[in-house]
């Protein structure tokens, strides 16, 4: 049997974090996910450059204009605040809560990936909860493109973790976790992501290979993305293999859903396990 050192890995994604009707952010969520935090839960939480830009709106009653880069700098610089803000506000009062910002070249160099591991540790003996986020408003897609190039040419295999799914698999292997919830605004893993009833229950196997093979099966039939501009159902299950390989149970599903009925089977959602 592998041995967990950590119970769950979450992550959030940003528009499960944002109300669209009212296009502000979805403070009942936060409300919700906050609540059930915990020591021994890593978070790692989107939303940064969404709740910038939202905000932003809400005081100048304009959006941003300029450089696309530096829009999203910008945006994402402002809504760490609030991130971090709201979190704070919903998880229960004795526990700490810090905030971990990572790049991808935190997790292609062996020494900082360990002060990773070992900050994450600590912040679970010490009663504290790791919010974790790519920091985007520290490096353009030109300099991240240039630096992973040159990552390539040295080792082959590089993180690139501009997604936070890739980032929460990423943490979830270095730390081994039992579980990986992503949190997304729609259910879990579609066949036709514009077809409800496609709905994927579970991809299970024997063993980490099967279910992998069936991963990849998946992956084939997948078609269609739930909203423009996302990666897709694809890249995240691209991202998943990863922890699959070394037995943690991967699981997909919407962000009004509580961790506990995502792991017990009580909402709808897509299940990646070793029976």
Not at 24 to 37: A, E, H, K, P, T
Not at 109 to 126: G, M, P, S, T, V
Not at 220 to 242: H, M, P, Q, W, Y
């Amino acid at each position: 049997m592998p041995k967990f050192d950590f119970e769950i890995v979450g992550k959030i994604g940003s528009m499960a974090l944002i109300n669209r009707e009212d296009n502000d952010i979805d403070y009942n969520i936060f409300s919700r996910v906050g609540r059930q935090l915990r020591p021994g839960i890593i978070w790692v939480s989107s939303g940064a450059v969404e709740i910038g830009r939202v905000d932003y709106i809400k005081r100048s009653g304009r959006p941003l204009i300029g450089d696309s880069e530096d829009v999203k700098t910008d945006y994402a610089a402002q809504g760490q605040a609030i991130l971090m803000q709201e979190y704070r506000r919903f998880v229960p009062s004795q526990y700490s809560v810090r905030q971990l910002l990572v790049e991808h070249t935190h997790f292609n160099d062996e020494e900082k990936r360990e002060h990773i591991k070992r900050f994450l540790q600590r912040c679970a003996a010490q009663n504290a909860i790791p919010i974790v986020n790519y920091n985007d408003p520290v490096s353009s897609e030109e300099n991240r493109k240039w630096e992973l190039d040159a990552l390539r040419e040295k080792s082959g295999h590089v993180v690139e973790c501009i997604d936070n799914d890739e980032t929460a698999s990423v943490i979830c292997t270095l730390v081994h976790s039992t579980y990986l919830i992503i949190l997304t605004s729609v259910d879990g893993i579609y066949r036709d992501a514009a077809d409800p009833a496609t709905l994927v229950d579970a991809v299970e196997g024997k063993d980490a290979e099967e279910v992998l093979q069936g991963i990849e099966e998946l992956q084939r039939s997948c078609v269609g993305t739930s909203r423009e501009g996302s990666n897709g159902a694809r890249a995240k299950l691209d991202f998943i293999k990863e922890p699959v390989r070394q037995g943690t149970t991967v699981i997909i599903a919407n962000g009004k859903s509580k961790l506990s009925d995502a792991i017990e089977g009580k909402c709808r959602r897509t299940i990646f396990r070793v029976r």
